[in-house]
């Protein structure tokens, strides 16, 4: 009831200044729309009235159930179009404001906002203290009315040039406002000009429009992967050293620098298996089109032998590669069997074809820490000014399975189905407003916003566990000044919640029953103890150890070994790596926004992990347990 009533109220509000011949851009479309939810209000009230069954009839309770959220789900979607005409409505009066002046009545509406804000006050005064201290809004509320009052300045300025080609640039007889605007609207309106102009500008849209390549072209992301490309596969790439022309500058590329998913196998030369995580932003729930506002996207693992996404989804690469454009080979996704229920959702239900991408763009996408979805805290605000800035490191991939060759999507609401419209005819422009609008919509659409991994699992064990596996060393090397070990604790939480897998970190009386090596004892402690604590002295925090062990307890039985190493100083560093702490105190905990290492930066943190690890990974003696001998499968007692 209080939807309709202030859909009620926006219609007398609306009539009322129809009647007093003002502001007619708004008025006319909260008067149409706010009036045409009330009368869809009246008759979807009647028709439930009419079709609900009578007490005592088989099935009444879950029919009522079925008609009022019906109803319900109805009801929304009227109101989300009457905000998006109350909106366009406001940006329109804005931008006629900017080119015409401001009414004479222009003092009420500031008298009314006064009076407003006057009533407002006191009210947030009491919602931003708590025990009478203030409290600290989320940045993601903050970012959301900064991105609002920017974007209604720019759409309000933009909106000034279909006011001036409408007007034909006479705006001398309108600026007084009188007569009523409906007479000044048929007297002034050049109609025959705004109908090319709208044509041509239409065309014009339509034909960017199609240029599907433009939306991850025009972001960040191809700057990004170009330069990890050159600066990591191109340093192995020995044509660079024999090329004729001599040595070919980092700078510049060369064709021979990539190297095709489906010849990248370092596995088959004793190298590891390379798994590849990225998220797959989704805010509106595929199956349900329902708001996700948890993690708000899913993992995606890209791998030589197929693909997962989620928990239960997977597909394998076919064995025979098909040739394709620019004679690459072509993956294949095939659908493993599985025992799904007929109608269940699927997001591989039969093999497709997708987007081809080399080993250098799927590790860029992995990288994309920031960008217009960021898995769990993707926010509205966030996603405006991402938008706005152009900061986009995210890339619209492909994935070959159409929509419609899935079972179990739910039926499109209103606002679902006008997005796939937009996207149909004007896609470049439908998944950039996506983008801005934070609306990703996971694997249900042919193309899949995909992200860094870190936006769902930043230590990129989840696919570990998956796989249970009996060993696993993680560095822990996220942005962590306060070492509130975030990331682990997210971990742990997912591990539990998803595979049913217990993470328990081993205290010193744990160690001790596992018969940790003596040599490793300065290095490996219990989790507190990689926590720098302050020093006698006023010397600088330092850790006890370099890393922690824990006991991971797999669903069903088995059991597994997780040695989380942090970056942390003990005091037994090289001279360099203490000097550099010293003049750079959030070593080696600084801000992973820091793209641009210089020589001392780059050496210290190399020559730390290098420290680290030989202390780490050194072999214990006989009997004894040790990360290096659990490696090579010499086992002592556990």
């Not at 009491?126 to 993601?140: D, E, H, I, S």
């Not at 239409?202 to 490309?229: D, P």
């Not at 790596?577 to 959030?586: E, K, S, T």
Request: hydrophobic share 45%; with cysteine.
């Amino acid at each position: 009831m209080l939807r309709v009533g202030v859909v009620a109220l926006a219609v007398l509000v609306a009539g009322w200044f129809i009647r007093q011949g003002m502001v007619l851009a708004i008025a006319w479309p909260v008067a149409i729309t706010a009036g045409a939810t009330l009368v869809a209000y009246v008759l979807g009230w009647a028709w439930v009235a009419l079709r609900q069954p009578r007490a005592g009839e088989a099935g009444a309770g879950g029919d009522v159930q079925a008609l009022r959220a019906g109803f319900t789900q109805w009801l929304t979607q009227a109101l989300v179009v009457f905000g998006v005409f109350v909106a366009l409505g406001a940006v329109d009066m804005v931008g006629m404001l900017l080119l015409l002046g401001p009414p004479v009545r222009i003092p009420t509406v500031y008298a009314a906002v006064a009076a407003i804000a006057g009533a407002v006050r006191p009210l947030l005064q009491r919602f931003l203290q708590q025990n009478g201290k203030p409290v600290r809004l989320p940045y993601a509320l903050v970012a959301g009315a900064v991105a609002f009052l920017l974007l209604f300045a720019i759409l309000g300025v933009l909106a000034t040039v279909p006011h001036y080609l409408a007007w034909a640039g006479r705006l001398d007889d309108v600026r007084t406002w009188d007569p009523p605007w409906p007479v000044v609207l048929a007297r002034q309106l050049d109609l025959t000009r705004l109908v090319w102009v709208t044509a041509g500008l239409g065309l014009l849209a339509w034909a960017m429009g199609r240029m599907l390549i433009f939306v991850n072209r025009s972001s960040l992301y191809a700057v990004y992967e170009a330069r990890l490309r050159r600066a990591y596969l191109g340093a192995s790439n020995p044509k660079r050293l024999g090329d004729e022309r001599g040595p070919i500058p980092l700078a510049e590329s060369h064709p021979d620098d990539g190297i095709a998913l489906a010849q990248y196998h370092p596995e088959e030369l004793g190298g590891p298996v390379h798994l590849i995580n990225v998220t797959v932003n989704e805010t509106i729930d595929g199956r349900s089109q329902v708001e996700q506002r948890d993690r708000k996207g899913v993992s995606l693992a890209i791998g030589p032998g197929g693909v997962s996404v989620g928990l239960r989804h997977h597909a394998v690469w076919d064995a025979a590669a098909k040739a394709g454009l620019w004679t690459r080979a072509v993956h294949w996704m095939m659908a493993p069997v599985a025992r799904s229920r007929p109608g269940r959702f699927r997001v591989f239900p039969t093999a497709a074809v997708p987007e081809q991408l080399g080993v250098s763009e799927w590790v860029a996408i992995s990288g994309a820490a920031f960008s217009t979805g960021l898995g769990a805290r993707t926010s509205f605000g966030l996603s405006v000014l991402a938008g706005l800035a152009n900061v986009r490191l995210g890339y619209w991939w492909n994935s070959g399975i159409a929509p419609q060759d899935r079972a179990g999507r739910s039926r499109r609401s209103i606002t679902t189905w006008l997005g796939f419209t937009l996207r149909h005819v004007l896609p470049v422009q439908g998944f950039l407003l996506d983008e801005w609008l934070a609306r990703f919509h996971g694997v249900a659409l042919e193309q899949w916003y995909l992200t860094d991994g870190g936006h769902f699992e930043n230590t990129a064990v989840y696919e570990l566990i998956r796989r249970r596996l009996p060993f696993m060393v993680v560095c822990d090397c996220g942005a962590d000044p306060e070492y509130g070990f975030e990331d682990l604790g997210n971990l742990v939480r997912k591990a539990r919640v998803d595979y049913g897998a217990e993470i328990r970190f081993l205290d010193r009386a744990g160690l001790d029953d596992l018969k940790l090596a003596a040599e490793l004892r300065p290095t490996i402690g219990p989790l507190e103890g990689v926590s720098p604590r302050s020093a006698a002295g006023g010397a600088s925090p330092r850790s006890s150890a370099h890393a922690a062990l824990a006991e991971v307890q797999y669903a069903g039985g088995g059991r597994g070994w997780l040695l989380l190493v942090k970056p942390s100083l003990t005091g037994d560093e090289p001279v360099d790596v203490a000097q550099y702490q010293a003049d750079h105190p959030r070593f080696p905990q600084e801000t992973t926004l820091d793209q641009f290492f210089d020589e001392a930066q780059w050496e210290s943190y190399r020559c730390l992990g290098e420290h680290i690890g030989s202390q780490v990974f050194q072999r214990g003696g006989a009997g004894t347990w040790s990360p290096a001998g659990e490696m090579v499968g010499e086992v002592g007692q556990a």
